[in-house]
């Protein structure tokens, strides 16, 4: 069973611009969750999608979306982009989302914003 | 803001030796979830406890959760040089469990 890959794997962007990161989770998994990790701040949960409806959402800015898709493949969008938001994003896909279901993590997208 | 907090940040051992990490949690949890990561890359998940689970075991791995001290161990016994890696607790953010909050992790060095 192939795993969760991100699409594009690095990225270089400028201020201001925007830019959208890709999630393809494993086959059957209808969640998708996202996350940010930087060296200051950790591991930082953005959000989560089930069948292609937001579940659940972190404490980040209207910048930062998402969307699934109805087969389960899901896009982040970050707009206006700072330089704090230089960072590894992880998504993260799981049978149902439940606390009780593993997650299992692509190799993430690492955004340098210049 | 974390929920996890993991003790100590750094940890350096000699293959064979047993590897111990400690992670604290604030708020009451259905579930507690330990992951590896390697150098920057995505996350490797573990094992899962339970909150009504006290000790769980997986290969060379022990885990013990303590929900009345809130904390949770987890135990690598006789390492090895691939154990290197990052090591993150996470737990439930909310009843839903859509969203995990990650502690800031224990960096684990075994040389051989």
């Known amino acids: 069973k192939a795993g969760v890959t991100q699409t594009p794997r690095y990225l270089i962007k400028t201020r201001g611009q925007q830019v959208t990161l890709s999630c393809s989770p494993i086959s059957g998994h209808r969640s998708v969750s996202w996350y940010q990790q930087t060296p200051g701040q950790g591991l930082q949960f953005l959000f989560e999608y089930f069948s292609e409806t937001q579940r659940n959402k972190g404490n980040f800015p209207g910048r930062f979306s998402g969307r699934q898709f109805s087969n389960s493949r899901s896009e982040m969008n970050v707009s206006t982009l700072e330089l704090g938001d230089s960072a590894l994003y992880l998504c993260?896909?799981?049978?149902?989302?439940?606390?009780?279901?593993?997650?299992?993590f692509g190799p993430g997208t690492r955004l340098t914003v210049l | 803001s974390q929920q996890g907090e993991e003790d100590p940040q750094a940890l350096s051992i000699q293959e064979g030796e047993n590897a111990t990490m400690n992670c604290s949690y604030k708020t009451s949890i259905n579930n507690l979830q330990w992951y590896r990561q390697n150098s920057g890359r995505g996350l490797v998940h573990l094992i899962l406890?339970?909150?009504?689970?006290r000790e769980k075991h997986s290969g060379r791995l022990r885990v013990t959760l303590d929900t009345s001290k809130k904390s949770s161990s987890l135990l690598i016994t006789a390492s090895r040089a691939a154990d290197t890696a990052s090591y993150f607790c996470a737990t439930d953010a909310d009843q839903a469990g859509t969203a995990l909050i990650f502690g800031k992790g224990t960096t684990l060095s075994v040389s051989s």
């Open positions: 406890i339970r909150s009504n689970e």
């Open positions: 993260a896909s799981s049978l149902r989302g439940q606390s009780y279901n593993e997650q299992f």
